[in-house]
Protein backbone atom coordinates (compact mmCIF):
# COMPACT_ATOMS: atom_id res chain seq x y z
CA UNK A 1 0.00 0.00 0.00
CA UNK A 2 1.76 3.41 -0.88
CA UNK A 3 2.79 5.69 1.69
CA UNK A 4 2.38 9.26 2.12
CA UNK A 5 5.40 11.86 2.88
CA UNK A 6 5.63 15.35 2.81
CA UNK A 7 8.11 17.27 0.57
CA UNK A 8 9.25 20.84 0.81
CA UNK A 9 9.84 22.28 -2.55
CA UNK A 10 10.55 25.81 -3.46
CA UNK A 11 7.56 28.17 -5.34
CA UNK A 12 10.20 27.93 -8.89
CA UNK A 13 10.14 23.70 -8.79
CA UNK A 14 6.26 23.58 -7.90
CA UNK A 15 5.52 25.91 -10.58
CA UNK A 16 7.76 23.39 -12.41
CA UNK A 17 6.11 20.33 -11.43
CA UNK A 18 2.80 21.99 -12.18
CA UNK A 19 3.55 22.96 -15.61
CA UNK A 20 4.81 18.96 -16.18
CA UNK A 21 1.73 17.55 -15.12
CA UNK A 22 0.01 19.62 -17.39
CA UNK A 23 2.23 19.59 -20.47
CA UNK A 24 3.17 16.10 -20.38
CA UNK A 25 -0.19 14.67 -18.94
CA UNK A 26 -0.19 12.94 -15.48
CA UNK A 27 -3.13 12.70 -13.58
CA UNK A 28 -1.39 14.84 -10.48
CA UNK A 29 1.81 16.24 -9.37
CA UNK A 30 2.24 13.16 -6.87
CA UNK A 31 2.85 11.02 -10.20
CA UNK A 32 5.23 13.92 -11.36
CA UNK A 33 7.18 13.50 -8.29
CA UNK A 34 7.30 9.26 -8.66
CA UNK A 35 8.25 9.79 -12.07
CA UNK A 36 11.08 11.50 -11.11
CA UNK A 37 12.20 9.41 -8.26
CA UNK A 38 11.96 6.51 -10.64
CA UNK A 39 14.30 7.99 -12.91
CA UNK A 40 16.80 9.43 -10.29
CA UNK A 41 16.79 5.55 -8.89
CA UNK A 42 17.43 4.16 -12.44
CA UNK A 43 20.81 6.49 -12.73
CA UNK A 44 21.74 6.14 -9.45
CA UNK A 45 22.20 2.31 -10.50
CA UNK A 46 23.64 2.67 -13.33
CA UNK A 47 26.38 4.76 -11.25
CA UNK A 48 26.92 1.79 -8.96
CA UNK A 49 27.02 -0.68 -12.02
CA UNK A 50 30.21 1.39 -13.27
CA UNK A 51 33.21 -0.39 -12.75
CA UNK A 52 36.93 -0.34 -13.76
CA UNK A 53 38.66 2.92 -15.82
CA UNK A 54 36.14 4.79 -17.48
CA UNK A 55 36.08 8.04 -19.62
CA UNK A 56 33.25 9.95 -19.44
CA UNK A 57 31.58 13.73 -19.37
CA UNK A 58 29.61 15.83 -16.65
CA UNK A 59 27.57 18.73 -17.49
CA UNK A 60 26.96 21.02 -14.89
CA UNK A 61 24.71 23.99 -14.65
CA UNK A 62 24.75 26.41 -11.76
CA UNK A 63 24.25 30.16 -10.45
CA UNK A 64 27.32 32.25 -11.46
CA UNK A 65 27.20 32.78 -7.85
CA UNK A 66 28.06 29.37 -6.24
CA UNK A 67 31.21 29.03 -8.97
CA UNK A 68 33.65 28.94 -5.67
CA UNK A 69 31.60 25.59 -4.92
CA UNK A 70 32.43 24.25 -8.32
CA UNK A 71 36.16 25.44 -7.81
CA UNK A 72 36.63 23.22 -4.66
CA UNK A 73 35.01 20.00 -6.24
CA UNK A 74 37.23 20.66 -8.92
CA UNK A 75 40.09 20.77 -7.21
CA UNK A 76 39.15 18.18 -5.13
CA UNK A 77 39.22 15.61 -8.02
CA UNK A 78 41.76 16.77 -10.81
CA UNK A 79 43.16 13.59 -10.61
CA UNK A 80 40.23 12.59 -12.82
CA UNK A 81 39.44 15.51 -14.54
CA UNK A 82 41.20 15.87 -18.09
CA UNK A 83 39.34 19.04 -19.88
CA UNK A 84 37.06 21.16 -18.32
CA UNK A 85 35.00 24.26 -20.40
CA UNK A 86 33.07 26.74 -18.91
CA UNK A 87 30.76 28.94 -20.59
CA UNK A 88 28.38 31.78 -19.65
CA UNK A 89 24.61 31.19 -20.40
CA UNK A 90 21.16 33.14 -19.83
CA UNK A 91 19.60 34.64 -16.49
CA UNK A 92 23.38 34.24 -14.70
CA UNK A 93 23.83 29.96 -15.22
CA UNK A 94 27.25 29.30 -16.46
CA UNK A 95 27.72 25.60 -17.42
CA UNK A 96 30.88 23.52 -17.14
CA UNK A 97 31.75 20.61 -19.26
CA UNK A 98 34.32 18.16 -17.58
CA UNK A 99 36.21 15.68 -19.58
CA UNK A 100 36.64 12.95 -17.15
CA UNK A 101 39.27 9.65 -17.35
CA UNK A 102 39.62 7.90 -14.26
CA UNK A 103 38.66 5.13 -11.88
CA UNK A 104 34.69 4.30 -11.69
CA UNK A 105 34.70 5.12 -7.63
CA UNK A 106 36.32 8.82 -8.31
CA UNK A 107 33.42 9.03 -10.88
CA UNK A 108 30.63 8.37 -8.96
CA UNK A 109 32.35 10.36 -5.84
CA UNK A 110 32.40 13.81 -8.24
CA UNK A 111 28.94 13.03 -9.53
CA UNK A 112 27.81 12.97 -5.98
CA UNK A 113 29.59 15.56 -4.65
CA UNK A 114 27.97 17.89 -7.34
CA UNK A 115 24.51 16.43 -6.42
CA UNK A 116 24.34 16.68 -2.61
CA UNK A 117 25.92 20.29 -2.42
CA UNK A 118 22.16 21.69 -2.85
CA UNK A 119 23.60 24.20 -5.50
CA UNK A 120 23.98 22.72 -8.75
CA UNK A 121 20.67 23.21 -10.87
CA UNK A 122 21.56 20.67 -13.18
CA UNK A 123 24.31 17.13 -12.94
CA UNK A 124 24.33 14.72 -15.92
CA UNK A 125 26.74 12.11 -16.20
CA UNK A 126 27.33 10.59 -20.01
CA UNK A 127 29.64 7.35 -20.31
CA UNK A 128 30.31 6.66 -23.99
Known amino acids: MPRIISVSLSENLLEEVSRIQREMGFSGRSEVIR ?3 RRLIAEHR ?9 NSILLVVHEREDEDIVN ?7 DIINTQLHSHLK ?11 GDAERTREIVECFETCGKMEYVNLIVP
Do not use: V
Open 35 to 37: AGL
Open 46 to 54: KLERMRGRI
Open 72 to 78: RIKHEFD
Open 91 to 101: RNKCLEIFILD
